[in-house]
């Protein structure tokens, strides 16, 4: 991730209501591409509820993510 971009995005992370908030989020909308994994007999379903389950992960990981692209351009 650009530092930069990184630095700007920060303080919206950092807030405490915002990642709790989205990581309920994130988390019902994992659970949802679980269950259509789960459901489906189609693999081109379950291969691209697997992809989006593994990015909705990712989000979750963002905070920490952003925090040390912007560690690293200080």
Request: charged share 30%.
């Amino acid at each position: 991730m650009n530092p930069k971009v990184a630095r700007d995005v920060l303080p919206l992370v950092s807030n405490p209501d915002f990642a709790e908030l989205i990581g309920i989020y994130l988390d019902e909308k994992i659970s949802e591409q679980y269950k259509i994994m789960e459901q489906s007999v189609d693999m081109h379903v379950i291969y691209r509820a697997q992809g989006a389950a593994s990015i909705l992960r990712r989000l979750k990981s963002m905070k920490a993510e952003i925090q040390s692209s912007a560690e690293r351009d200080k």
